[in-house]
């Protein structure tokens, strides 16, 4: 059985920093083959990207964490981080991660459970 595991995720204050990774389990599907990105929801919200990155590197943020979020990938441990600094109240929300793309012949999608990321003073 597939797993996304998030860790990192906890009360920090504003402009401060946080760390979240993802550890993937039980895999299926060969690592470097796919996307992986973190999303979050906050209350009332519907879940947004917050950042991607593909196997070969690319990434993509949205345009409210540029250059204050930075994610990456080890495809060696088959894991993805993403480094939130300067954080901000709207940031407050559960982080989700995700994995998909083609690999080993099929489409494939999986999330992780979440973790919670508060700011607040």
């Known amino acids: 059985q597939v797993q996304l595991m998030e860790s990192g995720g906890g009360l920090v204050q504003p402009g401060g920093s946080l760390r979240l990774s993802c550890a993937t389990s039980?895999?299926?599907?060969?690592?470097?083959?796919?996307?992986m990105g973190w999303y979050r929801q906050a209350p009332g919200k519907q879940r947004e990207l917050v950042a991607r990155i593909t196997g070969q590197g690319s990434t993509n943020y949205a345009d409210s964490v540029t250059g204050r979020f930075t994610i990456s990938r080890d495809n060696a441990k088959n894991t993805v981080s993403l480094q939130m600094n300067s954080l901000k109240p709207e940031d407050t929300a559960v982080y989700y991660c995700?994995?998909?793309?083609?690999?080993?012949?099929?489409?494939?999608?999986?999330w992780g459970q979440g973790t919670q990321v508060t700011v607040s003073s």
């Open positions: 039980g895999m299926i599907f060969t690592f470097n083959d796919m996307a």
């Open positions: 995700n994995a998909d793309g083609w690999s080993r012949g099929s489409y494939r999608d999986y």
